[in-house]
């Protein structure tokens, strides 16, 4: 079955570091998310990527925050100087269509010390 | 705009019987309901969706919800609940006729807990 994958699984940085994390959406898929899960909170939308800009971005998704799509597969999320709450697990998801549910990676758990 | 609001945090049911998570929506238009599951460490699983059509959606591992648009409702449901089903459940709506990029805003989830 196709999935969502991530990397890394886990990441720690220092404070004021840049970070890359990285993801391959599902091959068929159009759209591309990314959310955010503070630990015990729930689940928050970062952005969305459609045809390769920027389609909607929350209040979170400030200058810090930007998202390419290098080449045909990969989607990546990166943040310029990491600051302490910026400590999230960072999940990546794609969907096929405006109809179709969104299928989520396994996460990438940041921790900015 | 749209929300999502989950009011138990948790749900304790014994195995064997039926469980109920509830959910409620706020949108504009018509919503785009999901149920998602998350267990410890793991990713969002998608369950099961409401877009248009029967207000009763099937769902994967035997999982239902009821759409009830006059109470604003998608009540997440399974008649017999088993152990493994204990997880982190999270109901998320979009609002197609918001725009942009198609966001799901999540409710705050509910932790479901199966006991023997």
């Known amino acids: 079955e196709p999935e969502v994958t991530q990397t890394p699984s886990h990441q720690v940085t220092q404070m004021g570091q840049e970070v890359i994390l990285r993801c391959v959406p599902i091959?068929?898929?159009?759209?591309f998310y990314w959310y955010r899960q503070i630990l015990g909170q729930k689940v928050e939308f970062l952005v969305s990527f459609y045809n390769n800009e920027i389609s909607e971005k929350s209040e979170i998704f400030d200058d810090q925050f930007s998202v390419e799509r290098p080449d045909g597969s990969n989607f990546t999320l990166k943040i310029r100087s990491t600051k302490l709450e910026d400590s999230a697990m960072y999940f990546c998801a794609s969907s096929e269509s405006v109809y179709t549910e969104a299928f989520f990676g396994q996460g990438t758990r940041l921790t900015v010390v | 705009a749209q929300s999502v609001a989950q009011p138990e945090d948790q749900v304790n049911v014994a195995e064997g019987n039926p469980l109920t998570v509830k959910c409620t929506y706020s949108?504009?238009?018509?919503?785009?309901l999901f149920w998602y599951v998350q267990y410890p460490n793991r990713g969002l699983q998608f369950l099961l969706k409401?877009?248009?059509?029967?207000?009763l959606v099937k769902g994967s591992y035997g999982f239902e919800a009821e759409f009830n648009k006059s109470q604003t409702s998608f009540h997440l449901k399974k008649p017999s609940a088993l152990v493994s089903d204990s997880a982190l459940y999270f109901c998320?709506?979009?609002?197609?006729?918001?725009?942009?990029?198609?966001?799901?805003?999540f409710g705050t989830g509910t932790q479901l807990k199966v006991e023997l």
């Open positions: 409401y877009i248009t059509g029967d207000n």
């Open positions: 998320a709506v979009r609002d197609p006729t918001a725009g942009g990029g198609n966001k799901l805003t």
């Open positions: 949108v504009s238009g018509n919503p785009y």
């Open positions: 091959s068929n898929h159009l759209y």
